[in-house]
């Protein structure tokens, strides 16, 4: 199994830049593809990015398109999510997670980090 420790969160006002870690242990991060979604209170879970095991391969929500950026460090067991110019409506629990796919839907993935809070302040 692997574990996910999430960092990074926090507040942040609107058109300010934020960056979220999600470091791995138990197993190397470059066995997963990496995905991060987030949850806001009274919504589903949603896709936020997505990166592949060796880093070639990203994918986004068309909601972060152009402001989101996720990137990998396989030494460093640790996925990013940078955070740029975000908007209120990005306020949100950010998760990472690992899978064996790209797959923007939950299900496929199988580890979680734990969560952290971003909030947008306008």
């Known amino acids: 199994q692997v574990q996910l420790v999430q960092s990074g969160g926090g507040s942040v006002q609107a058109g300010g830049s934020l960056r979220l870690s999600c470091v791995a242990s138990?197993?190397?991060?470059?066995?997963?593809?990496m995905g991060w979604f987030r949850q806001a209170p009274g919504k589903e879970r949603e896709f936020v990015a997505s990166?592949?095991?060796?880093?070639?391969?990203?994918n986004y929500a068309d909601s972060v398109q152009g402001r989101f950026t996720v990137s990998r460090d396989n030494a460093k067991n640790t996925v990013y999510l940078q955070m740029n110019s975000p908007k209120s409506e990005d306020t949100a629990v950010y998760y990472c997670?690992?899978?064996?796919?790209?797959?923007?839907?939950?299900?496929?993935?199988?580890?979680w980090g734990q969560g952290t809070q971003v909030t947008v302040s306008s």
């Open positions: 990166i592949s095991r060796n880093g070639l391969t990203t």
């Open positions: 997670a690992a899978g064996g796919s790209t797959a923007r839907n939950s299900g496929s993935y199988s580890y």
């Open positions: 138990g197993r190397p991060l470059s066995n997963y593809a």
